[in-house]
C-alpha cells in the first residue's frame, strides 16, 4: 500500500486516529499544486514581495477558505501540477478530494514566489482541521532552473532566500491558528520546514507538536547551534527511503527513520514508492551500503571546498546549465545519458576559468569515488568515466567519475 491506497481506505476522522506521518507526506505533496485563484492568498502577501521578487498570487482575490473539492477546476489542470512528477501529485489531489478524512480541512494562506536574480523559488500554505490543529506546508522544488540553483546555494549560504521566507511565513500565520501546530514538507519543503521551525519565536515554537522533513536535505555546518537542536529535541519526524540521496545531504542532528521503498536508486526520493502499513510507513533499520557509501562520498567531497570554492563550483555548473540550452531542470538533471552528453557539450561554450573550476571539482569527485572503491567500499553510484575529460575537450582515458 502506498500514499495513494491510503487516502483511498482510510475513512478515520482525526479525532479517531491522529495526525500521523502519512498524512503528512500527502499534505507535503499536495503543496506541489499551483493554486492561485482557488486557494486564498496570506493577507500579509506583499509585505514579500522585495524589489524583483514576483508574488505569484499577488492579485489573488481573498475569499472563504478552500476545501480539497474546490481544488477539482479542469480548466486549471494544465498548469496546476508542479514538480517532478506531475501526474502523482494530480492525483493526489484527487484523492484529497475524495477521503472523508479530509474533507473537513480547509486550505488558506497561500503564498507563491518567484525571483530568478535573487535565484528564489518558494511556496506555502496552511491546512487547518476544525478549531483542532494547523498543517504549515512548504513546496519543494519545482522544475524551475532558478529552483535548482537555489537548491546548489544551500550548499555553501546559509541562510538562501527561500529559507529566510519559510520563517517569516511560519510567524505569520500562527497568530492565526488553532493552538496545535504541524510543520512539514518534502524534499527542499523539509528544508524550508525545519528551518522555520528552528527559527520560530518561543511562543510558536512551545506550539509545534511535531516537524515532518520528508527525504530532505540538512544545512551546510554550523548554521544551527546544538542548543538551536535542543529545543525541538524529540519533535523532529524524519524520513528517508533506504537509497537515499538527497535526504542525507548535508547537515542534521536528528537520526532518520528509514522507511522502504518499492523503486530503486533516486526514484525513492517520491514519497508515493514508499510503503505504508495500517496508518505508518514501513520502516527499515539501516540505510543501504550503496546510500551510505554516497553520503560518505559526498560528505568527505564537500569538505574540501571552502563555501568560496564551492560557490564558484556553482556558478560554473549553471553557466554550463545555461550554455545548454535547457528549459528546465528536468532536462538537466534527470536526462540519464543525456545530461551528460548535454553538460559536456555545454561546458565547451563557457569561459575557460568557468570550465577549469568544473573540471576541477569533478577530477576531485572521481578521485575520491576510485580511492574508495579501491579500498573495497563498494557504491551504488556510477558516474561515467570520460565526463571530466569531455568538458575539459580532452578525449583521452578519464578517471573513474560518480554522478
Same mark, same amino acid.
Given at each position: ?5 491510503y487516502?483511498?481506505?482510510?475513512f478515520?476522522?482525526f ?5 500521523n506521518?502519512v ?12 493554486a ?6 496570506l ?33 486549471h ?26 474533507r ?20 506555502a ?28 546555494n544551500?550548499?555553501?549560504t546559509?541562510?538562501?532566500p ?17 493552538r ?12 524550508l ?9 518561543a ?13 530532505g ?38 537520526p ?33 551500503e550503496?546510500?551510505?557509501? $554516497?553520503? #560518505? @562520498? %559526498?560528505?568527505e ?5 571552502s ?6 563550483? +556553482?556558478? !560554473? *555548473? ?6 545548454s ?13 543525456? $545530461?551528460? #552528453? @548535454? %553538460? ?12 577549469e573550476?568544473? +573540471?576541477? !571539482? *569533478? ?8 580511492h ?11 558516474l561515467?568515466?570520460?565526463l ?11 578517471q573513474?567519475?560518480?554522478?
Open positions: 500500500m502506498n500514499i495513494l491506497d487516502l483511498g481506505t482510510e478515520a476522522s479525532e479517531e486516529k491522529p495526525f506521518p498524512d503528512s507526506a500527502a499534505l507535503s505533496q499536495f503543496c506541489m499544486v499551483r492561485e485563484g482557488i486557494v486564498p492568498p493577507r500579509e502577501r506583499k509585505a514579500f514581495g522585495r524589489l524583483g521578487t514576483i508574488v505569484k498570487n499577488l492579485l489573488s482575490p481573498s475569499g472563504r477558505p478552500a476545501h480539497f473539492l474546490d481544488t477539482l477546476r479542469a480548466e489542470y494544465e498548469h496546476m501540477f508542479s514538480g517532478l512528477i506531475p501526474g502523482r501529485v494530480k492525483e493526489n489531489m484527487l484523492a484529497l478530494a475524495a477521503s472523508p478524512r479530509f473537513d480541512m480547509v486550505i488558506r494562506d497561500y503564498l507563491s514566489l518567484f525571483d530568478t536574480e535573487r535565484q528564489t523559488q518558494f511556496a500554505m496552511t491546512f487547518v482541521y476544525k478549531k483542532e490543529f494547523a498543517y504549515v506546508g512548504f513546496r519543494g522544488t519545482d522544475t524551475s532552473i532558478t529552483g535548482w540553483r537555489e537548491n546548489f544551500m550548499c555553501y546559509a541562510p538562501v527561500a529559507q529566510e521566507q519559510a520563517a517569516r511565513y511560519l510567524e505569520a500565520v500562527a497568530p492565526h491558528l488553532p496545535r501546530l504541524f510543520v512539514g514538507g518534502h524534499s527542499k519543503g523539509a528544508n520546514a525545519l528551518y522555520a521551525a528552528l527559527n520560530a519565536s511562543a510558536v515554537q512551545d506550539r509545534i507538536e511535531r516537524v515532518y522533513t520528508h527525504d536535505p540538512g544545512f551546510k555546518a554550523g548554521a544551527f547551534s546544538p542548543d538551536d537542536w535542543r529545543k525541538l529535541d524529540g519533535r523532529i519526524h524524519r524520513t528517508v527511503p533506504q537509497d537515499s540521496v538527497i535526504g542525507m545531504l548535508m547537515e542534521s542532528h536528528t532518520p527513520l528509514v522507511v522502504h521503498s518499492t523503486e530503486r536508486g533516486l526514484l525513492q526520493h517520491s514519497p508515493f514508492s514508499w510503503e505504508v502499513d495500517g496508518d505508518d510507513f514501513v520502516y527499515l533499520d539501516n540505510l543501504t550503496n546510500a551510505r557509501f $554516497t553520503d #560518505a @562520498l %559526498l560528505t567531497w564537500l569538505a574540501r571546498y563555501d568560496e570554492e564551492a560557490a564558484a563550483i +556553482v556558478d !560554473a *555548473l549553471f553557466k554550463a546549465v545555461e550554455a540550452g535547457a528549459q528546465n531542470a528536468t532536462e538537466v538533471f534527470f536526462g540519464g545519458a543525456k $545530461t551528460v #552528453a @548535454l %553538460l559536456s557539450e555545454a561546458a565547451k561554450n563557457i569561459d575557460g576559468t568557468a570550465r573550476t568544473l +573540471v576541477g !571539482a *569533478l577530477g576531485s569527485l572521481a578521485e575520491l569515488a576510485g574508495r572503491v579501491t579500498q573495497g567500499i563498494v557504491g551504488g553510484i556510477v561515467p568515466h570520460h571530466a575529460d569531455d568538458i575539459a575537450g580532452d578525449n583521452g582515458g578519464g573513474p567519475f560518480v554522478g
